[in-house]
């Protein structure tokens, strides 16, 4: 399971809305001081990303806590399958059968095959992925820490 920490931004009947800080790769680089990426990711700061996690009625989190949500391993292998993986089935199959209908001998019919199997590819991949995704959503593991309320201590 692929786990992230966050803090709970929002709570509805069935779902929790949770900010997710984006974490960069540019920490644990040694050429972080000559990468312009490293520079303005620094500029840019921190960003979030809101994820909605649908909870369960036992889950007792609260505005504020900072939880930790995860997601199925297989979820994202198969997302990556059906993302990229559709798309560029249909691009090869698209080509072969352009090619097979040009009776010229340019590329034309190819190209034109490819595009329009990418596209359709792609189609496929927003159509299924809806569908075989809906059941791999992100679900709230743990609440890792509590936000002290000023209320609580008086």
Not at 19 to 44: N, P, W, Y
Not at 96 to 108: A, C, F, K, Q
Not at 131 to 141: C, D, I, N, Q, Y
Request: proline share 1%; with cysteine.
């Amino acid at each position: 399971m692929i786990l992230e920490r966050g803090t709970v931004l929002a709570i509805d009947e069935h779902c929790v809305w949770v900010r997710v800080l984006r974490k960069s790769a540019c920490g644990s680089c040694g050429s972080q001081s000559e990468c312009g990426t490293s520079v303005i990711d620094r500029l840019m700061g921190a960003r979030g990303t809101e994820i909605r996690v649908r909870r369960d009625m036992s889950d007792a989190v609260a505005i504020g806590d900072d939880v930790e949500i995860g997601i199925a391993d297989d979820a994202v292998l198969k997302a990556s399958a059906i993302g990229y993986g559709l798309p560029l089935l249909g691009l090869v199959v698209g080509s072969v059968v352009g090619s097979g209908l040009d009776i010229s001998g340019s590329d034309t019919y190819s190209m034109l095959g490819g595009f329009a199997g990418l596209f359709g590819g792609w189609i496929c991949a927003r159509l299924v992925g809806h569908s075989a995704m809906s059941s791999s959503e992100p679900r709230l593991v743990s609440v890792v820490s509590r936000e002290l309320k000023a209320t609580n201590l008086l």
